[in-house]
């Protein structure tokens, strides 16, 4: 999700909620700690000089029972990290501690904004020899006549 679409979202919500991965929420009694811009500027194992850019929300839990970030409020600490740090539409990741820091990919579901799990990639396969596509396999074509393989009674279990 870019920040020109949570600003939306935050424009028709009457609440900001967080849902974990496993379907369990962040407490009601959030706050947002940072927003901010972060690059990362690095080679991949291809020798390709790469820049990522993202904003970066920073979710905190401090057992504030009675704290309730409103979506106004999330919408004008936005701009004033737009505004301060020259922020521009980049996609956000959401920082939430659990049994450690995680990071999170962000979307919304209708009812309340989901964070996603990151996956690593190789952003080189074709420098690692990693193929594209996986190569499908018949079990019934499979050379049954080789000495290595293991038939129904043919003793090699």
Known sequence: ??????KEVLKTVEAVNFELP?????????????VG??????IDCGGTVRKETVV???????????HRLKPQKLIH?????????????HEIEVE???T???KYDLDF???????????????????????????KVKLSQLNTDNANSCTPGGGCC
Do not use: R
Request: charged share 25%.
């Open 109 to 135: 579901n209708g009812k309340n904004f989901t964070l996603l799990n990151k996956q690593t990639a190789c952003l080189a396969q074709e420098q690692c020899g990693i193929p594209s596509d996986k190569p």
């Open 56 to 66: 970066n929300f920073q979710l905190w839990d401090a057992n504030d029972y009675e």
């Open 1 to 6: 999700m870019k920040l020109s679409e949570i």
């Open 96 to 98: 939430y501690q659990n």
């Open 37 to 42: 811009l972060v690059t990362k500027n690095f």
């Open 100 to 102: 450690t820091i995680g």
């Open 77 to 89: 600490i936005i701009e004033l990290s737009e505004k301060v740090l020259g922020i521009e539409d």
């Open 22 to 34: 496993d379907g369990t929420f962040v407490p009601e009694y959030f706050h947002v700690t940072e």
